[in-house]
C-alpha cells in the first residue's frame, strides 16, 4: 500500500515538473494572460452577452479589445520616447558643432560639481569633443556595443513575444474559460473540500481590485507627474515622468528623484520651481501610492487596509512589478485562513 502511494506520488511529481520544464519559456505569459482574464472577465461577459452568447467571436472581440488596449499605449509611448530621444540627440549634435558654455550652477553642485563642470568642459565646451570622443570608444568597444545590441534586440523580441503568447492564451480562456473554472472548481473541492468555496470566492474580486489598482493608479501618476514636469519646463517630460511613475512602485525612490530635480532648480536659477517640484510630486506619490491604491483595493476587494498596503509592498520587494498584483492577493489568502482557522476553533469550544 505504502509502495502504491509512492509511486503515485512519484508519477505525479515527475508530471509536475516535465509540464513546468516544458512551460518555462511560456510561464509569465500565460501567468499575465490568466491574470489579465480575470481581471477583464466582467467586460468579456458583456461583450459575449451583445453577441448572444456566442463564445468564439466574444472570445476573439474581447482579446482583441485587450490588444488595442495594451498595444496602443505602448506604441504612443514608444513615439513619445523616440521623440525625446530625438531632442536629446539634437542638442548633443548642436552642442558637438557649435561647443555649449558650462552652465554656471554645475560647479556650485556639492560633491559633485567641480567633477561634473570638469566633464562638460571636456566633451561639451568646445567644438567636435563628443564626435571625437565617441569615435576612440566605439573603435575598443565594438564587440562589446554588439553585444549590447544583441541584449537590447533580444529584450524586445523576447517581450513582443511574451505579449503575442499572452493574447493567445488569453484567446482561450476566454473561450473556454467556464469549462476552466468548472474543472478547477471541481478540482478545488476535491482537495480542499469545504475549505475551496471561501478562496474560489475571494481570489477574482482581489485580483480584478489589484489590477485596477496598478492601472489607474499608475497611469494617474504617470499623467499628473509629466504635465507638472511639462509646466516648469524639464527636459524629456513624458519619459521622465513615466520613469517616476514606475519608480514609485519601489518605496521612497520617487521622492529621492523629485529631490534631486527640485534641488537641480533650486542651483539653477529657479528655487520656487525647485521646492514645488520636490513637494507637489512627493505629495501626489505618498497620497497615490499609500492611501488611493490601497483604498481602491482595498473597497473592491474588501480586505484590511494594512493587508493591502504589505502586500503591496512586500510584492513589488520579493516579485517585481508583478508583485503589486500578486502581493494583495497572497495576503488575501492568508486573511481567508485566519478566518477558517478561528472559525473552527470556535466551533471546537462551542462558542
Same mark, same amino acid.
Given at each position: 500500500?505504502?509502495?502504491t502511494?509512492?509511486?503515485?506520488i512519484?508519477?505525479?511529481?515527475?508530471?509536475?515538473?516535465?509540464?513546468?520544464?516544458?512551460?518555462?519559456?511560456?510561464l509569465?505569459?500565460?501567468?499575465?494572460?490568466?491574470?489579465?482574464?480575470?481581471?477583464?472577465w466582467?467586460?468579456?461577459?458583456?461583450?459575449?452577452?451583445?453577441?448572444?452568447?456566442?463564445?468564439?467571436?466574444?472570445?476573439?472581440?474581447?482579446?482583441l479589445v485587450i490588444g488595442?488596449?495594451?498595444?496602443?499605449?505602448?506604441?504612443?509611448?514608444?513615439?513619445l520616447?523616440?521623440?525625446?530621444?530625438?531632442?536629446?540627440?539634437?542638442?548633443?549634435?548642436?552642442?558637438?558643432k557649435?561647443?555649449?558654455?558650462?552652465?554656471?550652477?554645475?560647479?556650485?553642485?556639492?560633491?559633485?560639481?567641480?567633477?561634473?563642470?570638469?566633464?562638460?568642459?571636456?566633451?561639451?565646451?568646445?567644438?567636435?569633443?563628443?564626435a571625437?570622443?565617441?569615435?576612440?570608444?566605439?573603435?575598443?568597444?565594438v564587440?562589446?556595443?554588439?553585444?549590447?545590441?544583441?541584449?537590447v534586440?533580444?529584450?524586445i523580441?523576447?517581450?513582443?513575444?511574451?505579449?503575442?503568447?499572452?493574447?493567445?492564451?488569453?484567446?482561450?480562456?476566454?473561450?473556454?474559460?467556464?469549462?476552466?473554472?468548472s474543472?478547477?472548481?471541481?478540482i478545488?473541492?476535491?482537495?480542499?473540500?469545504?475549505?475551496?468555496?471561501?478562496?474560489?470566492?475571494?481570489?477574482?474580486?482581489?485580483?480584478?481590485?489589484?489590477?485596477?489598482?496598478?492601472?489607474?493608479?499608475?497611469? #494617474?501618476?504617470?499623467?499628473?507627474i509629466?504635465? !507638472?514636469?511639462?509646466?516648469?519646463? *524639464?527636459?524629456s517630460? %513624458?519619459? +521622465?515622468g $513615466? =520613469?517616476t511613475?514606475?519608480?514609485a512602485?519601489?518605496?521612497?525612490?520617487?521622492?529621492?528623484?523629485?529631490?534631486?530635480?527640485?534641488?537641480l532648480?533650486?542651483?539653477?536659477?529657479?528655487?520656487?520651481g525647485?521646492?514645488?517640484?520636490?513637494?507637489?510630486?512627493?505629495?501626489?506619490?505618498?497620497?497615490?501610492?499609500?492611501?488611493?491604491?490601497?483604498?481602491?483595493?482595498?473597497?473592491?476587494?474588501?480586505i484590511?487596509?494594512?493587508?493591502?498596503?504589505? #502586500?503591496?509592498?512586500?510584492?513589488?520587494?520579493? !516579485?517585481?512589478i508583478?508583485?503589486? *498584483?500578486?502581493?494583495? %492577493?497572497? +495576503?488575501? $489568502? =492568508?486573511?481567508?485562513?485566519?478566518?477558517?482557522?478561528?472559525?473552527?476553533?470556535?466551533?471546537?469550544?462551542?462558542?
Amino acid at each position: 500500500m505504502r509502495y502504491t502511494a509512492f509511486v503515485n506520488i512519484a508519477f505525479t511529481s515527475l508530471i509536475l515538473l516535465g509540464s513546468v520544464l516544458v512551460l518555462k519559456p511560456f510561464l509569465l505569459a500565460i501567468l499575465w494572460a490568466a491574470v489579465i482574464a480575470v481581471a477583464t472577465w466582467p467586460l468579456h461577459v458583456r461583450i459575449r452577452m451583445a453577441l448572444k452568447g456566442n463564445n468564439n467571436r466574444a472570445a476573439l472581440v474581447s482579446t482583441l479589445v485587450i490588444g488595442v488596449v495594451l498595444v496602443v499605449p505602448m506604441a504612443v509611448l514608444l513615439v513619445l520616447v523616440v521623440a525625446e530621444l530625438n531632442s536629446a540627440a539634437a542638442y548633443l549634435i548642436a552642442a558637438d558643432k557649435n561647443g555649449a558654455p558650462v552652465p554656471p550652477w554645475l560647479p556650485n553642485l556639492p560633491g559633485v560639481g567641480e567633477m561634473l563642470a570638469d566633464k562638460w568642459q571636456q566633451y561639451l565646451a568646445a567644438p567636435h569633443q563628443i564626435a571625437g570622443a565617441l569615435q576612440e570608444w566605439m573603435s575598443a568597444k565594438v564587440t562589446l556595443l554588439q553585444e549590447m545590441a544583441n541584449l537590447v534586440l533580444l529584450g524586445i523580441t523576447s517581450r513582443v513575444a511574451t505579449l503575442f503568447f499572452a493574447l493567445v492564451v488569453l484567446f482561450f480562456i476566454y473561450r473556454d474559460g467556464d469549462r476552466l473554472v468548472s474543472r478547477i472548481n471541481m478540482i478545488g473541492v476535491k482537495w480542499l473540500q469545504r475549505r475551496w468555496p471561501s478562496y474560489a470566492y475571494h481570489i477574482p474580486p482581489s485580483l480584478r481590485a489589484a489590477v485596477n489598482g496598478l492601472v489607474i493608479v499608475g497611469l #494617474g501618476e504617470a499623467v499628473i507627474i509629466s504635465v !507638472m514636469y511639462k509646466a516648469f519646463g *524639464i527636459p524629456s517630460a %513624458v519619459l +521622465l515622468g $513615466l =520613469l517616476t511613475a514606475l519608480l514609485a512602485f519601489i518605496p521612497m525612490v520617487a521622492p529621492l528623484l523629485f529631490a534631486i530635480i527640485g534641488f537641480l532648480m533650486f542651483v539653477s536659477g529657479s528655487p520656487v520651481g525647485g521646492i514645488f517640484v520636490f513637494s507637489f510630486g512627493t505629495a501626489v506619490v505618498m497620497v497615490a501610492d499609500y492611501v488611493v491604491r490601497p483604498m481602491l483595493i482595498q473597497g473592491s476587494a474588501e480586505i484590511h487596509f494594512l493587508a493591502v498596503l504589505f #502586500g503591496i509592498l512586500g510584492g513589488v520587494a520579493t !516579485m517585481g512589478i508583478l508583485g503589486l *498584483i500578486i502581493g494583495p %492577493v497572497i +495576503l488575501v $489568502l =492568508l486573511m481567508v485562513l485566519f478566518r477558517e482557522a478561528s472559525i473552527n476553533e470556535s466551533a471546537d469550544m462551542g462558542l
